[in-house]
């Protein structure tokens, strides 16, 4: 129990919060969970419940730490479902590409389809691979998880929030080419399918995100990595 300070602090990193995040959540001044933090002042039992509450784990972990051998075991079950989800992007990337291709050699449609999966597909596979790669080496014990800060916080947002931006351009393309698939399937006409908006500035910066795709796909796996640094997923 002498540690309780260590476990509160590595509680919190491993949530990705800073001291003053914590400090809001328990309604005290961040000076308080700095003193817990160093042992100058020890929670009482109402507190120690709470810190538990705020930080997703039990009284037990904030009293005595978590295992060192059950911290691994959730860390490698990260790992594998970022492994389960590379394999599944994979397939969807090439189990559907034999009947994609047939449609386009058919009738010419499904283009928008292809591209608007490619574009979407292709980067994730590589954001994950990027997540995947540093977390594999965690575990190996050559890199070690930054401390978390303040701004890291912000850097995990705003990274989030690039990729939210650019599934949102590609969103309409891949509904578009949904919908072109139904209507072929339905007997529509080739010159009666839906297509896509062709508003100038919105062309522009598909063209923009296609060309970067295209080039520099390994860029993604670089922000995957980043993500990573910055704690996300925080739990």
């Not at 599944?88 to 994609?100: D, E, R």
């Not at 916080?153 to 080419?177: E, K």
């Not at 295209?214 to 996300?232: D, E, I, K, N, R």
């Amino acid at each position: 129990m002498r540690d309780i300070g260590k476990n509160i602090k590595g509680l919190r990193e491993r949530r990705g919060m800073t001291q003053e995040a914590l400090a809001e959540a328990l309604f005290v001044t961040r000076q308080t969970v700095s003193n817990y933090e160093t042992g100058k002042s020890r929670p009482d039992i109402d507190m120690l419940v709470r810190i538990a509450q705020v930080l997703e784990t039990d009284v037990n972990q904030v009293l005595y730490g978590l295992p060192p051998e059950q911290d691994r075991q959730r860390e490698v079950k990260r790992l594998a479902v970022g492994c389960l989800s590379l394999v599944a992007i994979f397939l969807l990337m090439t189990l559907p590409a034999p009947l994609l291709h047939e449609m386009l050699m058919r009738r010419y449609v499904g283009a928008v389809l292809v591209s608007a999966l490619s574009c979407l597909l292709e980067p994730a596979l590589w954001l994950i691979l990027g997540w995947c790669a540093l977390q594999g080496l965690c575990l190996l014990r050559v890199i070690r998880p930054l401390k978390a800060r303040a701004w890291m916080t912000w850097a995990r947002r705003g990274v989030l929030l690039l990729l939210a931006v650019y599934v949102a351009l590609f969103l309409p393309p891949l509904v578009v080419g949904l919908i072109q698939v139904i209507q072929t399937g339905l007997g529509v006409p080739s010159e009666d399918l839906m297509e896509v908006p062709q508003s100038p500035a919105y062309l522009w910066l598909i063209n923009q995100m296609l060309r970067f795709v295209v080039l520099t796909p390994q860029g993604y796996a670089l922000m995957g990595g980043a993500l990573w640094l910055f704690h996300f997923p925080k739990h």
